[in-house]
């Protein structure tokens, strides 16, 4: 074969390639050095849930359907009529992935931030999350102008619910220590399932390259099978329960001969 035939081969095969990878839905890259190809949008609201903000105050809540199926699953769980107080939902990705404001990550549509659940601190009634609000070792606000109430139980249901999700495969919940602390103490006391308190003592985690989250919980979902043949990298451990409950058979990595032969 000569060598322009050779590559003009290539270049098709390139333009083939590329054309491939763009229309298969899904994340790619890494949490913080990635993009999505043909994201779905997490409604403003739905049952159990609403975003802090709309598109016009610059809310991003474009993601995976892991993503959003997990968010949704979450929802169900924890406010399950509309006599209940909604989960907050913060931001997840850009339609097209990349970099967004007030984040490091966020860029493949795998990160979403769920606002914790609030009390009032005098009533103690349960409110509407207004914003990310900070809480002490003791469950109490910092720095917020009337005083709320972290409240443990229904956050630890949170996370219940985050660890029992079907079918999304969450790697990490990253939070801070104390509020950690704070969860798993309820979640005891309460005599919750043995082995969900285990599971999410292993994803709960305080970031070590941000300051600590605790204004809310930031949940990170891994890349789907076919996700990982078009480059979606994991960013996070591989927990070995996911291959039983969520990915059976997700071995594949994003190498080159995997890569190949998808596209052949």
Not at 6 to 22: D, I, M, N, V
Not at 40 to 67: N, S, Y
Not at 204 to 215: E, L, R
Not at 235 to 255: E, I, N, Q, Y
Request: with cysteine.
């Amino acid at each position: 074969m000569g060598r322009p035939r050779t590559l003009a081969l290539l270049a098709a095969l390139t333009l083939e390639g590329c054309a491939w990878l763009s229309h298969t839905p899904g994340s790619r890259g890494r949490p913080a050095a990635g993009w999505i190809a043909h994201a779905e949008r997490l409604p403003d609201t739905g049952r159990g849930w609403r975003v802090l903000r709309d598109d016009a105050r610059g809310g991003q809540h474009w993601g995976t359907a892991r993503i959003v199926s997990m968010v949704r699953q979450v929802a169900r769980a924890t406010a399950p009529s509309r006599e209940v107080v909604p989960l907050v939902v913060g931001d997840i990705s850009a339609v097209r992935g990349g970099q967004v404001p007030h984040h490091a990550s966020h860029r493949a549509g795998r990160d979403v931030d769920l606002l914790f659940f609030a009390r009032d601190g005098v009533s103690n009634a349960s409110v509407l999350t207004p914003e990310f609000v900070r809480y002490d070792l003791n469950g109490n606000s910092v720095a917020w102008p009337t005083p709320l109430r972290f409240d443990t139980p229904r956050n630890w249901d949170l996370v219940e619910s985050v660890v029992r999700a079907e079918g999304v495969g969450v790697t990490r919940i990253f939070v801070a220590t104390w509020i950690e602390r704070l969860l798993v103490e309820n979640a005891r006391a309460r005599a919750r399932p043995a082995w969900v308190i285990d599971r999410a003592e292993q994803l709960m985690h305080q970031p070590g390259d941000s300051a600590p989250h605790d204004d809310h919980f930031h949940v990170r979902v891994l890349c789907t099978p076919d996700e990982r043949t078009v480059g979606c990298v994991d960013g996070g451990p591989r927990w070995p329960w996911l291959d039983k409950d969520h990915d059976k058979g997700d071995s594949l990595s994003a190498d080159d001969a995997t890569l190949l032969a998808a596209m052949e």
